[in-house]
């Protein structure tokens, strides 16, 4: 139960923290360091003791490679998806409903334009 309660755990605090950070005015372009840097500290704090997965993806990859018991999976990502809810309901009350912002986006659709508008130049004549 140790180990269900972790990834509980774990994966709320992940989601709280997206939902902090991309919601509303939120962290803007240190977004990912905030999310990486929340994921490396439950990891730590809990990957000894259920293997730090956090996702239910994650818990699928790692089943499908014979790494964790058949009998562990249904109660990971059932304790996984949980933490999620209960995190989103926290996001939920705390954002007020705020919206993403799109400015949170645009850096990286700036740089795919940037990226292949010399290719379209070649591709034009």
């Known amino acids: 139960m140790q180990k269900y309660l972790a990834e509980f755990i774990g994966t709320f605090f992940l989601v709280l923290t997206i939902g902090c950070t991309v919601i509303g005015h939120g962290a803007g372009a240190l977004a990912p360091l905030a999310i990486g840097s929340a994921l490396m500290v439950m990891i730590f704090a809990g990957g000894h003791i259920s293997g730090g997965h956090f996702n239910p993806a994650v818990t699928l990859g790692v089943w499908l490679r014979g790494k964790c018991g058949t ?33 949170n986006q645009r850096p990286y659709r700036r740089f795919w334009q940037s990226f292949f508008s010399p290719l379209h130049s070649f591709t034009s004549y």
């Open 71 to 103: 009998k562990d999976v249904a109660p990971y990502m059932i304790f996984q998806i949980m933490g999620a809810v209960l995190a989103a309901l926290v996001v939920k009350f705390l954002k007020g409903g705020a919206a993403l912002h799109r400015s």
